[in-house]
């Protein structure tokens, strides 16, 4: 093998990698050392800006497998037959550190996929929690300020936390979930991924079903406790992404189990709660979970920046037979995110090899922009209709068309009689045992006491306190108990 030679960016060799060139031996740098100043200024570019939130996270290559019929319920062609395999991308995270945060944090776990199917790339850009926060996007930009770092002190502050929460009855049940066990995973491989929103899924012969996909690990779960979790970031804060890495390098390949929950569209308008309100789960004994596939990883990328950095999932990157519902968060979702890789990433992050189309190839009159690489045939027509057989629209619908009614408007009143906020808080308390209420309540009161002002302390407490009254009691007893200390 010949030796390899190097280079400046533009291939020409370089004779000195360890001396910069001189105006004699001790004299000033010359202007014309071409790779010095090339190295200096590439450098000096290689960050972009990071993730605005879930910054901090882990990726891997892997497959889908059908392993259920769910023709019934989505023409989607990557779902269409058992056995069939469908290559994807999943990119884990935390979400409230920057990118040189810890892994093992008291955190939500995002859990990203990218299906790269024959029609078009579907990313499913789902969480380790079935339920979120809040339920309407506006409310975003201050709930992630309220828990990232603080513009004046620089750190996540307990007083800013609670303050945000003690405005949202809404978060209790998020909240309830968080502070529980499984608020620190162990590692991704040891948590359950899940949509969280409702979407809709059609079948071929237009009928709308509204689905919840939950993928259940084959691992396990295993989880942390605050003292175990704090051990952990202290022997090694990459711990999630060295269990990963590790796994799959090993040949040791993680898996989860696809299922769904699927409501038909005509029952939702009458459901006894919204069945779009990302608080809320789906009880399994209205909508019992049917399993779809199975997701498995086995190859880790090549290189953390080109494949995990610079991945770009999109909650509006739907194909054929799988749609958006009306829940509000999905809405606004659906804008927020291509619009983040635009600013992060710029306008062609679609042709970067872990975003682009694998199994189909994009073929539109989308042109130019910064780093273009999409150049298309000195025959093809940049404008749309045509009459030189340019690619041209299907007319065949996407998924079925939704009802809606009323006025435009903000509404504050809710949409079902059942949309308090609570009710689900208080049923997720009531299946703990002894031992995982204790625990929850410990974490709840550590950080709740920290908090400097009464009345948002009160205001939370009666959260706990409308979602169940011993929750309520016990939260308030231990706040008060480290108040005195
Ligand atoms: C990342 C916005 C709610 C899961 C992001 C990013 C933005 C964003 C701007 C960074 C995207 C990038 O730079 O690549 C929002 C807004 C929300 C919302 C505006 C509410 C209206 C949610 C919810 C979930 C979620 C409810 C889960 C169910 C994720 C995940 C990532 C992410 C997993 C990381 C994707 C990756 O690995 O690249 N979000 N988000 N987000 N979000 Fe959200």
């Known amino acids: 093998m010949s030796k390899r030679v190097l280079t400046t960016e533009s291939g020409a060799p370089v004779a000195d990698n360890q001396n910069s060139a001189t105006a004699g031996v001790g004299g000033p740098l010359l202007l014309q050392d071409q790779h010095l100043l090339e190295k200096l200024a590439r450098f000096n570019r290689e960050r972009i800006p990071e993730r605005v939130v879930h910054a901090r996270g882990s990726g891997a290559y892997g497959y889908f497998e059908v392993t259920d019929d769910v023709t019934a319920y989505t023409k989607a062609a990557f779902l269409g037959e058992v056995g069939k395999r469908t290559d994807l991308f999943l990119r884990f995270s935390t979400v409230a550190d920057s990118l040189g945060g810890a892994d093992a944090v008291r955190d939500p776990r995002g859990f990203a996929v990218k299906f790269y199917t024959e029609e078009g790339n579907y990313d499913l850009v789902g969480n380790n929690t079935p339920v979120f926060f809040i339920k309407d996007p506006i409310k975003f930009p201050d709930f992630i300020h309220s828990q990232k770092r603080d513009p004046f002190t620089g750190k996540q502050e307990p007083d800013n936390v609670w303050d945000f929460w003690a405005h949202a009855p809404e978060a209790t049940h998020q909240i309830t979930w968080l502070m529980g066990d499984r608020g620190i995973p162990a590692s991704y491989r040891h948590m359950n991924g899940y949509g969280s929103h409702t ?7 237009g009928e709308a079903f509204f689905v919840k996909y939950h993928f259940k690990t084959n691992q396990g779960i295993r989880c942390l406790s605050s003292e175990q979790a704090a051990e952990v970031v202290g022997k090694d804060a990459n711990s999630h992404q060295t269990d990963l890495l590790q796994a799959i390098e090993r040949g040791v390949n993680p898996s989860w189990t696809l299922y769904a929950q699927i409501m038909p569209a005509h029952e939702a308008a009458d459901y006894r709660f919204n069945p779009f309100d990302l608080t809320k789960v789906w009880p399994h ?12 990883l086995d190859r880790n990328p090549d290189n953390v920046f080109a494949e995990v950095e610079q991945a770009a999932f999109s909650p509006n990157n739907f194909v054929p037979g799988i749609g958006p519902s009306p829940d509000k968060m999905l809405q606004g979702r659906l804008f927020a995110y291509a619009d983040a890789h635009r ?3 710029g306008v062609n992050h679609t042709q970067l090899p872990v975003n682009a189309p694998k199994a189909t190839v994009a073929d539109n009159y989308g042109r130019d922009g910064l780093m273009a690489t999409r150049n298309g045939s000195r025959h093809d027509k940049n404008y749309e209709p045509n009459s030189y057989s340019g690619p041209a629209q299907t007319d065949a619908a996407l998924s ?6 009323g006025y435009t408007g903000t509404h504050v009143a809710p949409l079902h009689v059942k949309d308090d906020d609570f009710f ?3 049923e997720l308390y009531r299946l703990m045992s002894e031992e995982e209420k204790s625990r929850l309540v ?15 302390i009160e205001k939370n407490l009666a959260h706990f306190h409308a979602a169940d009254p011993d929750y309520g009691k016990r939260v308030e007893e231990a706040v008060h108990a480290l108040r005195e200390d």
Do not use: F, H, K, M
């Open 400 to 405: 079925a068309p939704l009802a809606v009614a």
């Open 343 to 345: 600013y992060r990433l």
């Open 442 to 456: 410990a974490n709840i009161a550590g950080g709740l006491s920290q908090v400097s002002r009464e009345d948002v």
């Open 199 to 205: 979407y809709q899924w059609t079948n071929a012969q």
């Open 285 to 296: 004994a209205d909508y019992p979970l049917q399993r779809v596939g199975r997701l498995v």
């Open 424 to 426: 689900q808080a208080g």
